[in-house]
């Protein structure tokens, strides 16, 4: 079993920046995909980007590639998404999921656990 924890979400200005993070406890992540996915009011999560633990190659949404960085602390267990250059579309809650895989996953369907989420509000 492995339970995530998100934090880092919050009001900010358009062009800001803000981290999340997604601490994962009760198992190593080290044969697990970790992804981010978003849900705004009225629409579908979606994918945001995903890194797999083992090979550290990572993947993005064509929405947010070259805006948005996905990392690993392995000491931590904890996987990060940096967004920069944040606008009012990124306006979501947003989710930590973890799937067993050594490659990265963009389908939701594929991932195991989920974390409660975490809004992250961008204003214009």
């Known amino acids: 079993q492995v339970e995530l924890v998100e934090s880092g979400g919050g009001l900010v200005q358009a062009g800001g920046s803000v981290r999340l993070s997604c601490a994962a406890s009760?198992?190593?992540?080290?044969?697990?995909?970790v992804g981010w996915f978003r849900q705004a009011p009225g629409k579908e999560r979606e994918f945001v980007s995903a890194?797999?633990?083992?090979?550290?190659?990572?993947s993005y949404a064509d929405s947010v590639k070259g805006r948005f960085t996905i990392s690993r602390d392995n000491a931590k267990n904890t996987v990060y998404l940096q967004m920069n250059s944040l606008k009012p579309e990124d306006t979501a809650v947003y989710y930590c999921?973890?799937?067993?895989?050594?490659?990265?996953?963009?389908?939701?369907?594929?991932?195991?656990?989920w974390g409660q989420g975490t809004q992250v509000t961008v204003a214009s």
């Open positions: 009760g198992r190593t992540l080290s044969t697990y995909a």
């Open positions: 999921a973890a799937g067993s895989s050594p490659a990265t996953i963009r389908t939701p369907l594929r991932y195991d656990y």
């Open positions: 890194i797999s633990w083992s090979r550290g190659t990572t």
